[in-house]
């Protein structure tokens, strides 16, 4: 496990609009990494302005970013799904590779869950996850997610068709 240097400040909050840039860096980075997302694109400034704009606003879903010395080292998103389902929440998350292996995923989904079970009052979290995402899959079931269901070739994903678990989580 890697480990932050000590003098790092860390801070987990909603995004601002002043993260426009950091925030762009950081899904820019995570395309040409190639992360397993489905963002396969890079964002230009006013895409992500209105993204960022969009989720500020949002009612319906809790955004938080991991912020590392003052730049997005991170993001958390919890969607309720309403119609009938608002007692059920899809968890995404993104690192950048630099801030992975360090325990700082598990601790942005664990402070991302809290926040939006008593917001929301969920009973029930989902997350989607690609099945070659092996650190992402053992990070979830250590947060007590469990696997219900494969779709084979559901994602496009750079010209194949990945495979993608379905995992959940019934809170009490």
Not at 51 to 80: Q, T
């Amino acid at each position: 496990m890697k480990k932050l240097i000590q003098k790092q400040k860390i801070e987990i909050r909603p995004p601002k609009m002043s993260d426009v840039n950091s925030s762009l860096e950081m899904i820019n980075s995570l395309v040409e990494e190639k992360t397993m997302l489905t963002v396969q694109k890079k964002s230009t400034y006013k895409e992500e302005e209105r993204y960022l704009k969009g989720i500020i606003k949002e009612k319906e879903a809790l955004h938080l970013f991991l912020i590392i010395d003052g730049k997005v080292a991170g993001s958390a998103k919890i969607s309720r799904l309403g119609n009938g389902r608002n007692h059920i929440g899809e968890l995404g998350i993104s690192l950048r590779s630099e801030y992975r292996e360090m325990g700082l995923g598990k601790k942005l989904s664990k402070i991302v869950m809290e926040k939006a079970i008593k917001k929301f009052k969920l009973k029930i979290i989902i997350l989607n996850v690609f099945k070659k995402n092996k650190p992402a899959y053992y990070l979830y079931k250590k947060l007590g997610f469990k696997e219900v269901g494969v779709i084979k070739g559901e994602v496009k994903y750079y010209n194949r068709y990945e495979d993608v678990i379905t995992m959940v989580k019934y809170l009490k």
